[in-house]
């Protein structure tokens, strides 16, 4: 038997990149591809950016990780800007969005225990809904392909159909801590909730003291032109993950919480070695000043428009191949009528533009959130050209 030394679970591409440069990939074959995936949601300063750069390589050669059993001035001024920043109380650091979200798991079930109610530890999760690749976060999902062969799983979540209000409601029984959602669905299909959906499960929260924990690894920090997702939708969690953009490119997320949901988060109850740590905090902190910058998020928005609007105008010309756009800020998605992975292969290899496919056939477009007014006209003139000569296979 052999396997290859890099274990083989990603169906990589033959795009092998080595340098990036703001919003382009430069590959090891000298290619240069627009890339409008952006490390799927994560490059939000694009690549390369001077000021991450800085602020990691001062803090490499400064302190670059202690114990957290020491006191962390990096640590506490960082959690107080996302304090400032946000509905939240308190944050916890991780290194991953799985690690963040398996933390609002925690935090949620800590809650409940904490005010005498071990009993209700059960969240309401969604179809199509992605957490994460740890057990508990493919426990919180019910899509087959990540969970099949990884039984037992971990009780504790039961499944409603995204976007509807009646069904999660109905699930709600004396075991229930709250819901976990993402406000939009990235890996599966870039399906925004609607704004009623969001603000009942707000609403069923209130009234049966239940606890609304917000994925948004994804969807979060500036991609939707609003630091978070959710206040697009006028709805505040008690408990959120946040990753990806959070830390621009170095591995970083973190999850947030009121004071009254993390109650039950006392000493010892959780933990992580690296979560956190100075070089982490630097290249938080850096990315942070940026989207923080007076019109950043505006750009986001604006940009986003312009995107969308580029894709809408185009959309009839091929209606062949696409459907609809949807998504909000810098998180869109492109419908196609056809098999979305075959054609993002198609834009990758025959014309150097980046994406993503998602799950019911979209083509995502997660770009860094800096990209201009010229990374937006290109990206829609090679999705033109791709579309006028790409050919859908019969059983796409
Ligand atoms: N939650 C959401 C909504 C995600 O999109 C992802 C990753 O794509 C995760 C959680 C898991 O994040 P990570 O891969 O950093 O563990």
């Not at 290859?4 to 591809?33: F, H, K, N, S, W």
Request: overall charge negative; proline content about 5%.
């Amino acid at each position: 038997m052999t396997i290859a030394p890099l274990m083989p679970v990603y169906p990589r591409c033959g795009v092998r990149p080595v340098r990036g440069e703001g919003c382009y990939l430069i590959a090891e074959d000298g290619t240069r591809y627009l890339d409008m995936a952006a490390g799927i949601a994560v490059n939000a300063l694009g690549h390369s950016h001077p000021k991450l750069i800085e602020a990691i390589q001062r803090q490499a050669a400064t302190l670059m990780h202690v114990s957290n059993l020491y006191g962390s001035p990096q640590g506490e001024h960082f959690a107080q800007r996302l304090v400032d920043a946000t509905f939240a109380d308190t944050v916890f650091f991780t290194n991953s969005g799985a690690e963040a979200v398996e933390c609002a798991i925690k935090t949620a079930r800590r809650y409940h225990y904490a005010n005498g109610h071990p009993e209700r530890h059960d969240l309401i999760t969604f179809n199509n809904a992605f957490h994460g690749r740890t057990l508990g976060t493919i426990s919180a999902t019910n899509q087959a392909k990540m969970r099949d062969g990884f039984e037992p799983l971990l009780p504790g979540f039961k499944y409603a159909p995204f976007d509807d209000l009646a069904a999660a409601l109905a699930l709600v029984d004396e075991h229930t801590a709250g819901f976990l959602v993402e406000p939009i669905q990235g890996e599966g299909g870039l399906r925004p909730a609607s704004e009623a959906f969001l603000k009942g499960l707000r609403q069923a929260c209130d009234e049966h003291g239940l606890l609304l924990v917000l994925d948004e690894v994804q969807c979060g920090y500036g991609r939707t032109g609003t630091f978070f997702a959710h206040e697009l939708y006028g709805v505040t969690p008690d408990i959120m993950a946040s990753a990806k953009g959070i830390g621009g490119g170095f591995p970083l997320g973190a999850c947030l919480a009121t004071a009254e949901a993390a109650k039950g988060m006392v000493f010892g109850t959780h933990g992580s070695t690296y979560g956190g740590n100075p070089l982490a905090m630097a290249a938080g902190e850096a990315v942070l000043d940026v989207i923080q910058e007076p019109g950043f998020l505006d750009h986001v928005t604006a940009m986003g428009q312009r995107l969308r609007q580029a894709l809408e105008q185009m959309i009839p010309n091929h209606d062949h191949l696409f459907e609809e756009v949807r998504g909000h800020g810098l998180m869109l998605g492109l419908k196609l009528k056809t098999d979305a992975r075959r054609f993002v292969g198609f834009l990758r290899d025959e014309h150097q533009l980046l994406t993503v496919s998602a799950g019911d056939n979209v083509v995502r477009l997660v770009p860094p959130l800096v990209i201009d007014e010229s990374h937006v006209a290109e990206c829609v003139e090679k999705l033109s050209a791709a579309a006028r000569v790409y050919v859908p296979v019969a059983d796409d």
